[in-house]
């Protein structure tokens, strides 16, 4: 069973930075693609980033891109989006991702089965 949570959201004013971390309790960390969503209110859950099982690859929303910035670290297992000069159109819950197709480097590539609980990115004009 894959367990994911994800912590570092919270409020920040327009032009900052955050980062968020995703824990991966699997066994099988190594070998699974990782993606970061995010909902705002009133809209559908979107792609953000997507990283493969090697980390060699990473793919982006058009939105953020060259703002975020996703990793892995195999020894902590652990998932980063680094999110850089912050817009009040990003606050959103974001959430983690895990599982999927092995060789999956595509922003639509269909998500993996497994979801953390969400944290909540607010950005202040």
Known sequence: QVQLVE???GLVQAGGSLRLSCVNSGRTF??????WFR?????EREFVAIISWSGNVTNYADSVKGRFTISRDGVKNTVYLQMNSLKPEDTAVYYC???GYSSATSGRSPPGDYW???????VSS
Do not use: H, L
């Not at 190594?30 to 993606?35: A, E, G, K, W, Y």
């Not at 953390?116 to 607010?122: A, C, E, K, L």
């Open 39 to 43: 909902q705002a209110p009133g809209k």
């Open 116 to 122: 953390g609980q969400g944290t909540q990115v607010t």
């Open 97 to 99: 991702n895990a599982g």
């Open 30 to 35: 190594s070998t699974t693609v990782m993606r």
């Open 7 to 9: 912590s570092g959201g």
